[in-house]
Each structure stands twice: as C-alpha cells, then as structure tokens.
C-alpha cells in the first residue's frame, strides 16, 4: 500500500525530502488545559493500532515524520476571535475581539 511504502524518518537517509519549517496556530480553547507545545506533542503522537487497520497505520506514519521536524517547529496559542465562531465568515475585521486582531 502507499501507507506501508513510507520510509520512516529515521531509516530513509537516501530520501531528498526534508520537511520545512512549521508553525503550529493552536486556538487557545482547544487547549483543554495543556499548553500549546503539550498539545502539538500530543497530536504527533501515533495512536495504538491493535487491528491493524492501514488507515490508522498512515496516520501513525505521518505523525512519525512530522515529530521528526521537533527541532523545526514553533507553536503559537491564539485566543478565539469571537465567541459566535459560526458566524466568523459573516462578521467584519471591527465585530471581532481586539485581543484576537492584535496577537
């Protein structure tokens, strides 16, 4: 499969691809109490795959190589921009909070 075809980071030295600098934008309410890096290291950690399911198995994979940028990353929390977050798209740049305009 083209999940299984992925070389891990560590054993694929003859790979050309290097993964570029990342910024991770985390809002602040996702959070659930951690602090932005907890969250991120979280995220990339891969998962338990006790069937073997191969999409599980791609996800782990894409997680591995992004943690593998660890020393390539900076994480920024951002609070949310205003508390009607489904009406964002219709709001104007003046209806949203100023602490959000202004990170």
Known sequence: TEASSLASPASSASSSFK???????????????RSVDEMVKDALRPVNNPSGDSSVEHLNQIRTHLSSAARNYATLGMCQPHLERTKLCELSPQELDPKYLNQ
Do not use: V
């Open 19 to 33: 993964i570029p600098s990342l910024l991770w934008l985390i809002q602040r309410d996702f959070l659930e109490g």
